[in-house]
């Protein structure tokens, strides 16, 4: 079956640091990967996605690419701000769940400190 | 971008009372959407999948009887807690998806549950 797994957090940073979280998956076939985000008491708002092996997607500054060689859709910002402390869910869905549901990560918390 | 409303946002009730909960696509036909329920510092667990004009499928381990789920139209979809108990207590989060495949999921805001 399909899996998710992304790097423990919490994630500590200083504004303006670089972040990098880490997430690789298991799946049958091409599967379409997401990112989502959550900020505290919300829903998840998409972050970004890919489709197709070595597509990137980018949003607000953060970047994923699809790397199927190594199964993995890392996630990166440059530079990050104390609005980006949220928590960040790697997902997919493939064919085998009927392009519907999603697999997610467990989420990896971010904070941000000035 | 497509936003889906939740609603309410926060409910707190007394046990055994019936709560329902709206998911609405504001602007796509959603011709399905997932209900998910989070406990805190987790991922979301997918509770059920709801199709509009027929019966939701639920996953293992969810009760049917105490979690209703209704898809009238391709906008909304409700969720009723029937009866709910402190256990219930949780935040419930619905997503809709548009009909083609491969889109992304859009999540509402979702709803935080607390049973006294």
């Known amino acids: 079956g399909n899996s998710v797994t992304q790097m423990e957090g919490p994630v500590t940073l200083s504004e303006e640091a670089f972040l990098t979280i880490n997430c690789t998956y298991t799946?049958?076939?091409?599967?379409?990967l997401f990112w989502y985000v959550q900020y505290p008491g919300e829903g998840l708002q998409l972050l970004l996605k890919?489709?197709?092996?070595?597509d990137k997607g980018s949003n607000k500054g953060f970047e994923a690419t699809y790397r199927k060689e190594t199964t993995s859709f890392h996630l990166e910002k440059g530079s990050v701000q104390v609005s980006d402390s949220a928590v960040y869910f790697c997902a997919l869905t493939s064919s085998e769940n009927s392009w519907g549901k999603l697999q997610f990560g467990a989420g990896t918390q971010v904070v941000v400190t000035p | 971008g497509a936003v889906v409303s939740q609603h309410p946002s926060w409910v707190i009730c007394k046990s055994g009372t019936s709560v329902k909960i709206e998911c609405r696509s504001l602007d796509f036909q959603a011709t399905t959407m997932f209900w998910y329920r989070q406990f805190p510092k987790q991922s979301l667990m997918l509770m059920a999948t709801?199709?509009?004009?027929?019966?939701?499928?639920?996953e293992q381990g969810v009760e049917k009887d105490k979690f209703l789920i209704n898809h009238a139209s391709l906008t909304l979809s409700t969720l009723t807690v029937t009866s709910a108990h402190p256990e219930d207590s949780s935040f419930y989060i619905c997503?809709?998806?548009?009909?083609?495949?491969?889109?992304?999921?859009?999540f509402g805001d979702g709803t935080r549950l607390s049973i006294l």
């Open positions: 799946a049958t076939g091409y599967p379409s």
């Open positions: 709801s199709n509009e004009g027929s019966k939701a499928t639920y």
């Open positions: 890919a489709t197709k092996a070595d």
């Open positions: 997503s809709a998806r548009a009909t083609l495949l491969g889109q992304p999921q859009h």
